[in-house]
């Protein structure tokens, strides 16, 4: 007996629309940012999470969870950054075996001559595409699947505000 819950035609193109999107906005957005500011995505993320973070520092496993990464991803991602001078690790002080990512002057600098292009490229890859209604019901329909499938706190993320605003460098 089968019970397998078929797409109908109309899921059947909105799940096909969805990977074709998702795809060529992901690339779109990843080989302008390689070109531009010379990192990935990944790397974007975790200095944003970082940046809007008190004291701009994180615990790395809640850094990780928050950039939907996985902790060894992460933890290469970070030594790479580390190197380049825009992150510092350190022990927790509250529990010896945790450590802290903490961005540094550096690594704030490199985010912020990023950002500018990257919201550019953002905004071109979505948002020049569709109108503010498509946008608001876009934004309803993602927030329902990330509730749905994500067990991280902190959903919703909130948005750039600006560029003097507090999440001035965001545009994960």
């Known amino acids: 007996m089968d019970h397998t819950r078929w797409l109908d035609d109309d899921e059947q193109r909105t799940w096909r629309a969805y990977l074709v999107a998702q795809r060529l906005v992901a690339e779109k957005v990843e080989r302008r940012?390689?070109?531009?500011?010379?990192?990935?995505?990944?790397?974007?993320?975790?200095?944003?999470?970082?940046?809007?973070?008190?004291?701009r520092t994180l615990r790395m496993n809640v850094l990780a969870d928050s950039?939907?990464?996985?902790?060894?991803?992460?933890?290469?991602a970070v030594a790479r950054m580390e190197e380049a001078g825009w992150i510092v690790r350190r022990s927790c002080p509250t529990d010896r075996r945790g450590q802290l990512a903490e961005l540094t002057e550096q690594g704030m600098q490199v985010l912020e001559a990023a950002a500018p292009d990257h919201v550019e490229s953002v905004r071109e890859a979505v948002f020049d595409g569709i109108t503010r209604e498509q946008q608001a019901a876009l934004r309803d329909a993602l927030e329902a699947i990330v509730a749905h499938l994500s067990d991280t706190p902190g959903w919703p993320v909130t948005g750039d505000s600006g560029p003097?605003?507090?999440d001035a460098a965001r545009a994960s």
């Open 33 to 55: 940012l390689q070109a531009g500011a010379g990192m990935p995505q990944a790397y974007y993320e975790i200095l944003v999470r970082l940046s809007e973070a008190p004291g």
């Open 164 to 166: 003097d605003g507090p």
């Open 67 to 76: 950039a939907q990464s996985s902790r060894s991803r992460l933890s290469h």
